[in-house]
């Protein structure tokens, strides 16, 4: 453990070290006293959450204090991610997947789809990689629905031969840690890169999404295509013939809490998809389900559980990351860097397939040196100038990110990923591979038809 930790303690260090020189040269009248110090407390705590030198809550309590201590931005600005949409969405999401879990809701639907799957190693991936996108409309949490999933897909690979150790096991477990993310971004609150984009958008710009509209954007390209890019890659890499047939579950009937549980998911799916008529947000959708799982007198979710159980450090970190998209914008920090992108990039309005694939390609990279949460905080402060410099309308250049931050190019990058591959007991070497053929897959396949789409609906104009 302290061998892993020596260069992210380095790689901090280094960091911290360049936001003692950005300070030093505000002082010295170099650069502007109000952009070095945003600059310097911008760095060093994206260094933090890129290297894991501390914990992630840990890290979004030193960027509010610092932010306010060293006058960065007015305090409603380095809070505004309490104050946003998103924040609300995963507190929502967050208290309707402990009730998943708690119900046992979620591990019925997992058993009772993947029993029914078939024995090829084709059919079994399909049908755990159908269980992954269910989950993603009911479970507002990707991390919940890959420790959700995992431990029965285990259990179901034991029960077909498939190994500890062998390519078969190691596929399906990587299957289940990349539906967890990458597909389903393509549902608007079922990964928080998602709500971090939609939070610091509102916050900066006024601009709302909505659910139905997101689906149609994304779910066609992002979700669907990319899926059967996933599937067919993992059977292509790791394909092996299971030992023994697939075990036939005969769970129960329903109990009272799954059926209550059902009927709340059932409803909040349906607002989610009409919001465009209603015009209520699915923050406010969800956070109406969770607070419904909260009520007495037989909670879904008792206050014991919440009090103990709810992960509020998770909260912490997406307001640190909200926060500081807002830092970005309000000191100037957006600009500057939009400045200098609008001059290295080949952006042109001449040209929008270029710069489709630049922006498409900035946000990718980024992800390899930012936690992917990180990526929409950092790029949404730019996409102002960038539409500017593209002629891309504002909305387009938005979720042109997701194209980007779903094209993951190493697993480190997706935290849903590295908890999978630690239960499962998958290397390193093998989850690499396996990465960086689905983004060379995705940017050869997956890019040019989501640009085609967007043409066809109306996203990306012609």
């Not at 938005?398 to 908890?419: A, D, E, N, R, S």
Request: glycine residues 12%; neutral net charge.
């Amino acid at each position: 453990m302290i061998a892993l930790m020596r260069p992210q303690v380095l790689l901090a260090g280094l960091a911290a070290a360049g936001a003692v020189v950005l300070v030093l040269a505000g002082q010295a009248g170099v650069i502007d006293g109000g952009l070095a110090r945003a600059g310097a407390v911008v760095v060093f705590a994206l260094a933090l959450w890129v290297t894991g030198a501390l914990p992630e809550p840990v890290t979004a309590i030193g960027f509010f204090l610092l932010a306010v201590l060293l006058a960065v931005s007015p305090p409603a600005v380095v809070f505004s991610g309490f104050a946003s949409t998103a924040f609300w969405l995963v507190f929502g999401g967050l208290l309707v997947g402990m009730a998943v879990r708690r119900t046992g809701l979620g591990e019925r639907m997992a058993h009772a789809l993947v029993s029914r799957i078939g024995g090829s190693y084709l059919a079994l991936c399909c049908g755990i990689a159908a269980v992954g996108m269910a989950l993603g409309f009911l479970m507002p949490s990707s991390m919940g629905r890959v420790v959700l999933l995992l431990p029965v897909i285990l259990s179901l690979a034991d029960h077909l031969g498939l190994e500890q150790g062998g390519r078969g096991r190691a596929g399906l477990v990587l299957l289940t840690g990349t539906v967890g993310f990458m597909p389903t971004a393509g549902i608007l609150p079922a990964v928080v890169p998602n709500m971090v984009m939609v939070g610091a958008a509102e916050t900066l710009y006024g601009v709302t999404f909505q659910y139905f509209p997101w689906l149609i954007a994304h779910m066609p390209t992002t979700g669907l295509l990319k899926l059967a890019l996933i599937i067919g890659l993992i059977w292509a890499l790791f394909r092996e013939t299971p030992k023994r047939p697939p075990p036939v579950e005969h769970p129960g009937p329903l109990s009272a809490d799954e059926r209550r549980l059902a009927v709340i998911l059932g409803v909040a799916l349906v607002f989610w998809a009409t919001d465009g008529v209603h015009g209520i947000s699915p923050a406010w959708v969800a956070l109406a389900a969770g607070l419904t799982c909260l009520l007495p007198p037989r909670a879904l979710v008792p206050m014991p559980a919440f009090n103990e159980k709810f992960n509020h450090a998770a909260l912490l970190h997406i307001a640190g990351l909200l926060g500081l998209g807002a830092v970005v914008a309000d000191s100037g920090l957006g600009a500057a860097a939009g400045g200098w992108l609008m001059e290295v990039l080949p952006l042109s309005p001449e040209a929008p397939a270029t710069s489709f694939a630049a922006l498409s390609g900035l946000t990718a990279v980024l992800g390899a040196v930012a936690t992917i949460p990180g990526v929409p905080a950092v790029m949404t402060p730019l996409a102002e100038s960038l539409a500017q410099a593209s002629g891309l309308p504002l909305m387009t250049v938005l979720h042109i990110q997701v194209v980007g931050y779903t094209t993951v190019l190493l697993p480190y990058q997706v935290p849903p990923m590295i908890v999978a591959m630690q239960m499962g007991g998958v290397g390193l070497r093998q989850a690499a591979v396996f990465t960086l053929a689905l983004a060379a897959l995705s940017m050869v396949v997956a890019w040019p038809m989501t640009y085609v789409w967007w043409r066809i609906i109306g996203i990306m104009p012609g």
